[in-house]
């Protein structure tokens, strides 16, 4: 997968701005495939290059012109051929289950307060999906197709959050009753 076909993706739904995409791919996509303003910008650029999409510019008065991007037939036709291919898992990269692979080398404590701190950030992010679901999918089944589609993409992150949450509530314990005294 790459920025490029994500991209294409959100124009699918609605022709944007790069700032909107960028807001978009932080609020939404985002949430499973990052990307800097730089690297948006960057990879419009080469979908225009391509055919794949192609800008409209609108004036502003006392603001700079903006460009209005919205994919192609063939900007279409790409992202459908993409779509039709088999994706590989990726592998994850968690610089915290390494430190507690080896953590038999330091002291629990010092595990346990890293392992805290990521408790908070994955409860943070459970409630930001509870309120993403709250907010725009109250009634998943009266919504149309394209958003129930993308319902199933906050599920997953929904259930992924929750999992990392059990397995850190028997990691802390794991850990606590490690720590010695004193």
């Keep these: 997968m790459s920025l490029k076909h994500s991209l294409l993706a959100l124009l699918s739904h609605e022709a944007k701005t790069g700032y909107e995409l960028s807001k978009d791919v932080r609020g939404s996509t985002g949430f499973f495939w990052t990307a800097t303003h730089q690297q948006i910008y ?9 055919g794949w999409v192609k800008h409209k510019d609108v004036s502003q008065s006392a603001k700079p012109d903006k460009k209005i991007y919205s994919t192609t037939k063939d900007g279409l036709k790409e992202l459908k051929r993409w779509l039709k291919e088999p994706t590989e898992p990726a592998p994850g990269k968690n610089a915290f289950l390494i430190k507690l692979f080896a953590g038999h080398l330091i002291e629990p404590g010092i595990l346990l307060e890293d392992l805290l701190r990521h408790k908070k950030l994955h409860q943070a992010k459970l409630k930001r999906y509870a309120e993403i679901e709250k907010e725009y999918f109250s009634a998943v089944e009266k919504l149309p197709v394209e958003l129930q589609f993308q319902h199933l993409t906050l599920r997953r992150g929904t259930i992924f959050e929750k999992a990392w949450l059990a397995w850190c509530k028997e990691t802390e314990e794991f850990l606590r009753k490690r720590i010695k005294p004193g």
Excluded at 42 to 50: C, F, G, N, V
Aim: proline share 0%.
């Design 42 to 50: 960057r990879d419009l650029a080469e979908l225009e290059r391509k």
